[in-house]
C-alpha cells in the first residue's frame, strides 16, 4: 500500500531532503517547498530577563515547549556567560516538559523533570499534567507563538504565568518553491500534502494571501487527502478551513508518511 505515484506536497524545511526520501520510499512522487524558516530573537530581552528572575527565585515552575526553543534559550544565555546559572536555578524548580523532544535536552544537561507531558501532547494534555501541581509562578518557553489557550487555562488555575518567546518564524527568503507550489496546487497537480506542524499552513496561506490566492488556496487544499502530524497541527489546520484526514499513531515524521501512504492507498482503492 502506498501513495501509488501521486504527487505529494510538504512544507518541511529543516528536513526537507528527508522527507522527500520518505515520500518516495513510499510510492509519491514529492515536491517540498519550505514554508518557514527559524529565526532566533537577536536581542532577545525576555529571555535574559526571565534567566535573571529565575535565579532571582521569582518562578515555582517552567515550562518548556520545544527541544530547539530550549536549546536556543540557553544558547542566548550563553552569550551573556549565564548559562550554567541558569541550569542551577532550573534543578531549583518544577520543570514540565512537553513531550520527547524538550525532554531528551534536559536529560542532557541533567535537570529533573517534575512533569512529562504524554502524547499526543497538545495544551490540553499539559493542562491536565499539572493540575494537581501547587506551584503558582509558572514560565512558559514559547515557540514562535503565543498558545492562548495554554496561557489563559494555565491562569484559570490559579497561576501567574510569564512568557518566555526564544524564537519566531518566517517565511524563506527564497519563496520561488512556495510559488511553484501554488501554482501547481491551483492547477491541480497534487493528490495529498503532508504538515509537520501548524505553522506551515499558516505561512503558505500568509504567502497565498500576498498574491491574492489565499481563497483559492485552501479551496484547492480541501479536495487534497491531508495528512497532520499530531492535535496541534490538525488545530492549525481547522482554524484555516481545512480538516485533516488522518494522524499518525505517533507524531514522529517517518510514522507520519507511512501511515499517511496506507490510508491514502485504502482511500484511493475504496473510490472515495
Known sequence: ??????????????????????????????????????????????????????????????????????????????????????????????????????????????????????????????????ADRTERRVAVQEYGRSNHELLTGLEAQGRTVSRVPVYNWALPQDTEPLAQALAQLLAGKFEAAVFTTGIQIENFLEFAERQGKRDAAVKALRRLFLASIGPTCSESLRACGLTPAMEPSHPKMGILIREAALQFAGKVDGGS
Do not use: Y
Open 1 to 130: 500500500m502506498s501513495f501509488g505515484q501521486g504527487r505529494i506536497l510538504a512544507f518541511e524545511s529543516r528536513r526537507a531532503k528527508e522527507i522527500a526520501e520518505l515520500i518516495r520510499l513510499q510510492g509519491g512522487d514529492a515536491f517540498v517547498a519550505p514554508a518557514l524558516v527559524e529565526i532566533p530573537l537577536s536581542e532577545n530581552h525576555e529571555a535574559f530577563a526571565f534567566a535573571e528572575r529565575l535565579c532571582s527565585g521569582e518562578f515555582d515552575m517552567v515550562i518548556f515547549l520545544t527541544g530547539v526553543g530550549t536549546r536556543i534559550l540557553r544558547n542566548a544565555l550563553e552569550e551573556r556567560a549565564a548559562a550554567d546559572g541558569f541550569l542551577e536555578a532550573l534543578r531549583k524548580v518544577a520543570i514540565v516538559a512537553r513531550g520527547p523532544k524538550p525532554s531528551a535536552v534536559l536529560r542532557e544537561w541533567q535537570v529533573p523533570i517534575a512533569v512529562l507531558v504524554p502524547e499526543p501532547n497538545t495544551w490540553r494534555e499539559l493542562l491536565a499534567s499539572v
